[in-house]
């Protein structure tokens, strides 16, 4: 017999209070030693690498699109390239804490991501692993150019693979990691993690939502990330995605046995703005909902608006719009009661 939930009209119109519990911001506490001990010198020194390699790609890809050219080098390139300049220990810091078998799905800006979770994959997979997947992708295609390239071991191929695959992509060649068809926005590589990005803003948040149901009823490993942007939280299919992951039916009418809610963490890179906008005092309300709903036992400060330039009225006076202001040149000139108002048909 399916589970039934019964609506009891007596409890869930019962007055009371929703109380939403507060949020840490910014909790992280620094210590090097912890750190140290738990990814071990050469674990933070590969981090380092992961975002200085990170660092230098997309600068050249920064110098071609700004001087067409790098190191001497001359290149048109006419596809777009969104970089990703000073987020690279974001992403470098969470491929660290995943394993090949966690996915994650981004957005425009991915360089960055693609290249830190493939680099952290292809420290953790086992040599043999490492090895099948370079050799069978596109039939060796894209391994034979990065074995052109120096290097000395497996490690430093495996380098080669992914910066060469990544590269090529972006610059819509077939040895590509999506055979040059994606480009910048749309490279991505599925056998270490890093699965297909999209210039949707907050699309990634219901993809990712459903690779994780997909993990979840099939039981396979891994957790799945949707790294997308702070302005995404202006788009309603990321509210939705949040909904479907934290639906009440996966406590209460799912079996214990199927693991409960999808694996699932919406991840925002939050760098404050959204193209144009400032996200942060412009085109979110977030700071505003926060002034106006204090904390229980706190009154509105009567001088907020000191702190919040942005929630500021506009002075009234100075608004005029354009009906107002004929409406006053026609009056002026005792030709506004005519115009206005057509006289009634007896
Ligand atoms: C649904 C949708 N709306 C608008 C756009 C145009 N657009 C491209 S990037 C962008 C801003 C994205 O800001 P954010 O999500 O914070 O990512 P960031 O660029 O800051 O990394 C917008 C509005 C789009 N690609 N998709
Ligand atoms: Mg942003």
């Known amino acids: 017999m ?104 981004g957005s425009h800006r991915s360089h960055g991501e693609i290249l830190a979770k493939c680099f952290s994959a292809a420290r953790k997979l086992e040599p043999e692993a490492l090895q099948k997947i370079m050799a069978d992708f596109l039939g060796g295609e894209t391994l034979g150019y990065a074995e052109r390239i120096g290097h000395t071991d497996l490690a430093s191929l495996a380098e080669n693979f992914i910066l060469f695959g990544t590269l090529a992509e972006i610059f819509a060649r077939k040895a ?10 749309h ?62 039916q996966y406590r209460t009418l799912w079996p214990e046995s199927a693991g409960g809610a999808p694996p699932i963490l919406f991840n925002f890179f939050n760098n404050f ?25 706190q009154r509105p400060s009567p001088s907020r608006h000191h702190h919040l330039p942005h929630l500021r009225p506009l002075p009234l006076g100075r608004i005029q719009l354009p009906d107002q202001g004929r409406d006053r040149a026609l009056a002026e000139r005792g030709l506004d009661s005519g115009l206005r108002r057509l006289p009634r048909k007896e």
């Open 273 to 297: 703005y959204g193209m144009g906008g400032q996200t942060s005092g412009e085109t979110m309300g977030c700071r505003g909902a926060q002034e106006e709903n204090p904390p229980r036992g």
């Open 2 to 105: 399916p589970k039934s939930i019964t609506v009891n009209p007596a409890d869930v119109r019962k007055k009371g209070t929703l109380e939403i519990p507060s949020i840490p911001l910014n909790s992280y506490v620094r210590n090097f030693a912890k750190e140290s001990k738990l990814y071990g010198g050469n674990g933070l020194k590969a981090m380092l690498r992961d975002m200085i390699a990170i660092r230098e790609f997309e600068t050249m890809l920064n110098s071609i699109k700004i001087k067409g050219s790098w190191n001497g080098v001359e290149y048109n390139h006419r596809g777009p390239a969104h970089l990703s300049i000073g987020q690279e220990a974001a992403v470098v810091g969470q491929a660290a804490a995943l394993d090949p078998d966690d996915f994650i799905f």
């Open 187 to 248: 490279a991505f590589f599925t056998p270490f993690g890093s699965m297909p990005n999209n210039a949707i803003v907050g699309g990634s948040a219901d993809i990712a939502t459903g690779s994780a149901l997909y993990k979840r009823i099939n039981g396979k490993p891994g957790i799945v990330i949707s790294n997308i942007g702070d302005a995404s939280m202006g788009c309603g299919p990321v509210w939705e995605a949040m909904m479907l992951a934290s639906m009440d």
């Open 176 to 185: 590509g990691f999506t055979r040059g068809l994606g480009g910048s926005m």
